[in-house]
């Protein structure tokens, strides 16, 4: 997810007017507010590979009943890294697999570091450029 804080100048003592807050206007709409946060979400997509439908996206991360003992998350964005977080401090055993050299590989790359560490000495197993091709049945499923 993205976060934009919008903020106004610092203001004066004196008492201000209700114009002096943030306007956000949308589709006709207009929201009013001394701070706006716009999270502009986005949609999971189905793995465009053989064996997708055993595969869940984040979405079916709530609707688990029961705790993986083991996860494989495929993503280094904000999601993939939170997740495994997540599952790594309940227990579960976590890969981390990404496309790219990073995670979250369009940010600093010293806190990229710090975190890697951090995630590193938690346990998480991290998967850097890697592409999953296919997924099948494991033999405990059959």
Same mark, same amino acid.
């Given at each position: ?8 100048? =610092? ?36 793995? $465009? ?18 705790? $993986? ?58 998967? $850097? ?9 494991? =033999?405990?499923?059959?």
């Amino acid at each position: 997810f993205f976060f934009l804080m919008i903020r106004r100048p =610092p203001r004066s003592t004196q008492s201000r007017s209700s114009a002096a807050s943030d306007v956000y206007k949308r589709q006709g709409q207009q929201y009013q507010a001394n701070h706006i946060i716009i999270a502009v979400g986005s949609v999971a997509e189905k793995l $465009p590979i053989e064996g997708a439908e055993l595969a869940m996206n984040s979405d079916g991360f709530f609707a688990l009943e029961q705790q $993986p003992k083991s996860v494989l998350i495929i993503g280094g964005g904000y999601i993939g890294v939170e997740l495994s977080g997540v599952f790594n401090t309940m227990g579960t055993e976590t890969y981390l697999s990404y496309r790219n050299a990073d995670i979250l590989h369009r940010f600093d790359k010293d806190c990229i570091h710090f975190l890697k560490q951090h995630m590193l000495n938690d346990g998480v197993r991290l998967l $850097p450029s890697t592409c999953l091709l296919y997924t099948s049945p494991s =033999p405990r499923d059959s």
